[in-house]
């Protein structure tokens, strides 16, 4: 069975960082484009970032391009994101996805909540 479980995010002030981490189970990671994920009161899915399999290209929001970044650890079945200049925004639960479920969150997520 796929398995994702996501963590590392909490509360921070507008300006901050966290830096999100998903570890994969029970499928090849390194065969698979990974997408983080979000969703925020009330609102729907958003898409936030895509890396490639091998690592090498990734793609993102223009809403957190330039201050979020996408990584991946094959070697450690790991997805990364790293969200510096935080936003009030930016308050949602985030999920890593893969293409196992057409790349729909089927895991606890971590909760992001960026407030002053």
């Known amino acids: 069975d796929v398995q994702l479980v996501e963590s590392g995010g909490g509360a921070v002030h507008p300006g901050g960082s966290l830096r999100l981490s998903c570890a994969a189970s029970?499928?090849?990671?390194?065969?698979?484009?990974m997408k983080w994920v979000r969703q925020a009161p009330g609102k729907g899915l958003e898409w936030v970032s895509t890396i490639n399999w091998r690592g090498v290209t990734a793609d993102y929001a223009d809403s957190v391009k330039g201050r979020f970044t996408i990584s991946r650890d094959n070697a450690r079945n790991m997805l990364y994101l790293q969200m510096n200049s935080l936003r009030t925004e930016d308050s949602a639960m985030y999920y890593c996805?893969?293409?196992?479920?057409?790349?729909?969150?089927r895991s606890q997520g971590t909760q992001v909540t960026v407030s002053s």
């Open positions: 029970g499928f090849t990671f390194s065969d698979y484009d």
């Open positions: 996805t893969s293409p196992l479920t057409s790349y729909a969150p």
